[in-house]
């Protein structure tokens, strides 16, 4: 089934609200987000089956996300860990110029700031209803899976001042241990009071009332939770603490991705001198810092942290 008229026009509304609220400038760059949230919503209607087709049924998500925030950001969390899976995998390669997920938290943007506006879509009462039934069955408020922290895109920081990490798979491609990204998520860690465990050998997450971070490491069967701890500012280890939004909802940028030692200490260390002219716009040799990037990779550990403690230790270890 297609998308119809309403489907259509909210489509059309999300290019011109990027063009007004989001300083693109051009209509194709506009369009691109589209096309990308569309690939979220192949995924989607491919992975599960709630709200089917989805983008048949985006009037209906607008309300939600006015009415049932919670239930809004299950949807969202659910197809950004259906994103990340993908990249996870390496079955999409990861290119900021082509970020899906950028696009699915974009749109959830998007739909959020209509709630306010004189123009909220109108739909039809039976539909809101039926959608929110259907994402009760999702329960990720309370349970998550590792793919939904969206791991590749925190990974690879466009922002990191250290690392140009959008640029750097067009630099080195893939080196002598495969996909950098796929490799780096496979080996984040996860310490626990069962013990260290890498983060895709965790078959599931929850967060408890009070907060704290639990996890289920598949070896141990079905049934066996561990706490999660993180590491301190000042070295000290503690409870990961998971923060919740002001509507009840889990907070997943309270997550972040340590690296230890501090990658700039890493690159610095006089190890890594293809790394050092690559951070600094010189002209490097790919051949080596494609075996200097294997080394690299062995070298740092990466590891879950609270990003508040994450960002009081900064560069320091």
């Not at 509304?13 to 589209?34: D, E, I, M, P």
């Not at 250290?162 to 998520?185: F, P």
């Not at 069962?194 to 907060?211: C, T, W």
């Amino acid at each position: 089934m297609g998308c119809n008229i309403n489907e259509i026009l909210m489509l059309l509304l999300f290019r011109k609200w990027l063009l007004s609220n989001k300083g693109l400038t051009s209509q194709r760059s506009a369009a691109s987000y589209v096309s990308r949230l569309r690939r979220a919503f192949k995924l989607w209607d491919n992975q599960s089956t709630f709200l089917k087709p989805i983008e048949s049924n985006l009037n209906a998500l607008g309300v939600l996300c006015c009415t049932n925030a919670p239930a809004c950001d299950k949807i969202f969390t659910t197809m950004l860990g259906y994103v990340g899976a993908e990249y996870a995998c390496n079955r999409w390669p990861y290119d900021s110029t082509s970020d899906v997920a950028t696009a699915v938290r974009t749109f959830h943007e998007f739909l959020a700031s209509r709630c306010n506006s004189a123009s909220k879509p109108n739909s039809n009462t039976d539909e809101v209803a039926s959608l929110i039934r259907n994402v009760q069955e999702i329960e990720l408020t309370d349970v998550f899976y590792p793919v939904q922290l969206n791991l590749p895109g925190r990974i690879a920081s466009r922002n990191s001042k250290d690392w140009k990490a959008s640029k750097l798979s067009e630099a080195i491609g893939i080196t002598d241990e495969g996909s950098w990204i796929t490799r780096t998520v496979n080996n984040i860690i996860v310490l626990t009071d069962r013990g260290i465990h890498h983060v895709m050998d965790i078959a599931e997450f929850r967060v408890g009332s009070n907060g704290i971070l639990m996890a289920r490491p598949t070896v141990y069967g079905s049934n066996t939770y561990a706490t999660v701890y993180s590491y301190h500012a000042n070295g000290s280890i503690h409870p990961f603490k998971v923060q919740r939004n002001a509507d009840g909802s889990l907070n997943l940028a309270s997550i972040s991705i340590e690296h230890s030692p501090a990658i700039s200490i890493a690159i610095n260390s006089g190890r890594f001198p293809e790394f050092q002219k690559f951070n600094n716009g010189q002209q490097y040799d790919v051949a080596k810092l494609r075996s200097e990037f294997n080394t690299f990779n062995k070298m740092v550990t990466y590891m879950l942290m609270e990003r508040g403690q994450n960002s009081a230790k900064g560069n320091k270890w």
